[in-house]
């Protein structure tokens, strides 16, 4: 039968078993598929048996050097029961320089507001002589009213 202008490659055609083949046993399976799977489950078993004995595989070059790497990230798989409850967590370093600076802070605002830091001290002497130039200019505009309503009532006259 013609194929056409293009042929396939050898390899390409497919072969599937008709159904009285796989009855008859004459299948082109080969007859080593049982065997090769009976072996696979057996290395299968005997894998999971050694998996508690060897440690683990390592890639490449991995496993002809021995190398402690800090930057390698271990597992941190951590079990309840050895897990202790009473350590505290150590903080990072930025964490205490944040934690000191906001206590800083709140002693620095504690002072202030209590008036003992030199910042209090001159905002409060700025505060005195504020008050003191407003008293100052509220008397003069009560002596400029009176002073007023004076020559209104002379002017009546």
Known sequence: MGRGKFKGKPTGHRHFSTPEELLAGSSARPRTFKKEQAEVEEEEERSEEEVEE??????????????????????????????????????????????EKQKAHERYMKLQEQGKTEQARKDLERLALIRKQRAEAAKKREEEKAVREQKKVEARK
């Not at 683990?56 to 002809?64: A, C, D, M, S």
């Not at 009473?86 to 990072?92: C, D, F, K, P, Q």
């Open 54 to 99: 060897e440690p683990e595989k390592r890639k490449g070059t991995q496993g002809l050097i021995e190398i402690e790497n800090p930057n390698l990230a271990k597992p941190k798989n951590v079990k309840a029961k050895d897990l202790v409850m009473g350590r505290t967590t150590e903080l990072s370093r930025r964490e205490r320089e944040e934690i």
